[in-house]
């Protein structure tokens, strides 16, 4: 009995120093941007960012909080319809339609893109995220990469966040079926990197897409791969997710055997090792750098070529985007973009309560920054696209993007209800 009282003081003594912890690191999180209309925006309609953000208060660290809301956390589910939409090159992506009731052509809408090896019915803050905006009306649209959701790979190309044209047919499908609605992108860690790269290679009238909202995406690639590699890191994620981009590719063999040295593709240890033997070759890449210089979010270019209100949300203690990443000082010189960053948050857990399920910073972030765009007044939309000085170096760039990008009008495409 003494023993068991003994037990129990210790935890509840944790307990409390965990609840006391959480309330002592709580921050408000901070705004990196340029004075002016989007910040002002993005300050009175995202009141949640204004707000002290308190973590989790059982699990308040970066790396526990990530690992905790991916395997604590219910999925639910929702009545996706899906379309297969069939690509130039002899490929295919799902892409998986949740329409409100009542719904119609004006119906908003928001194109949502999961991260690293993810899909829709896998990932739980793309189905929080979906079902809060449906319930509110909107039109949700979830882009799953190519050989995932269940769609096997038809062709020798795996996802890459710096080649745009999967997601360039994605939404010129949407535009040609909903051309009136607005619309708006939402991008998760990687898949937020892919849709970065979308927005800086469009010009205002090309885009398809009103806004966006980039979550715990990583701006270089390179910084985070070290980072990952760090012991804790490594031992909980990294050659999990190595394993998993192993199993991506290893019913395939047929298809990549003769485009990289399979029997060491297949002991791979880290992701980076992956991005090297696999990925890197696959695309033209000498080397993991090179293709991870190609996809980083940092370049000037890329910044100050965003053409719509970019809304970044990052936590400093995510090891898949250090801080020490984030290009502060180029995003403070462009209008179009805001970042905001919280001292707690972890990678795409952002958790608020001692429940795994409820609604995360991010995610009411979202909700809020959707609602005020989709359904408010279309003057911050008009916000100026690039400064004149930039111009010129930017649509330079863009001439060397412009060159890879090959369209497909997406009619090739079939509805079936999904499964």
Not at 336 to 360: D, E, I, Q, W, Y
Not at 387 to 413: L, N, Q, V
């Amino acid at each position: 009995m003494a023993l068991l009282y003994g037990i129990l003081s210790i935890a509840i003594s944790i307990l409390t120093i965990l609840h006391f912890y959480s309330r002592l690191v709580a921050r408000r999180p901070r705004f990196h941007s340029k004075d002016g209309k989007f910040r002002d925006f993005v300050e009175q309609h995202v009141p949640i960012l204004q707000q002290i953000y308190e973590p989790c208060w059982w699990c308040p660290w970066g790396i526990p909080q990530t690992l905790f809301r991916v395997l604590l956390r219910r999925l639910p589910k929702l009545p996706f319809e899906r379309e297969i939409v069939e690509l130039n090159d002899g490929g295919c992506l799902a892409i998986d339609w949740l329409h409100p009731k009542n719904g119609n052509q004006d119906t908003p809408i928001l194109l949502m893109l999961p991260g690293m090896t993810s899909s829709t019915h896998d990932c739980a803050y793309i189905l929080y995220s979906a079902r809060l905006a449906n319930r509110k009306g909107y039109r949700v649209i979830v882009v799953n990469p190519r050989g995932l959701g269940g769609v096997p790979l038809k062709t020798a190309r795996t996802y890459n966040p710096s080649k745009i044209d999967d997601l360039e047919t994605v939404i010129t499908l949407v535009t040609k079926k909903y051309p009136s609605a607005r619309k708006m992108g939402a991008g998760f860690s990687l898949g937020g990197m892919s849709l970065f790269n979308y927005l800086s290679a469009k010009c205002k009238n090309t885009v398809g897409l009103h806004a966006a909202m980039i979550i715990s995406s990583p701006w270089d690639p390179i910084e985070a791969s070290f980072v990952n590699e760090r012991f804790w890191p490594r031992i909980l994620f990294n050659k999990f997710l190595a394993g998993v981009l192993r199993d991506y590719v290893k019913p395939y063999k047929h298809l990549f055997e003769d485009k990289f040295d399979w029997d060491r593709a297949m002991n791979l240890k880290s992701v980076r090792e992956y991005d090297h033997f696999v990925t890197a070759p696959l695309f033209g890449h000498n080397d993991w750098a090179e293709y991870y210089h190609q996809a980083s979010l940092y370049h000037h270019h890329k910044i100050h070529g965003i053409p719509v209100p970019t809304l970044c949300l990052n936590a400093r203690d995510d090891c898949f985007s250090p801080l020490s990443s984030i290009p502060f000082k180029e995003i403070q010189n462009t209008k179009n973009l805001v970042s905001v960053t919280t001292k707690h948050g972890g990678h795409l857990a952002f958790m608020r309560s001692g429940n795994p399920s409820a609604l995360g910073l991010d995610e009411m972030a979202l909700s809020q920054f959707s609602d005020a765009l989709l359904n408010g007044d279309m003057d911050i939309l008009m916000v100026d696209t690039v400064d004149t000085e930039d111009m010129e170096d930017i649509m330079a760039d863009r001439g060397i993007i412009i060159t890879i990008i090959t369209m497909d009008g997406g009619d090739a495409s079939r509805r079936v209800m999904y499964k």
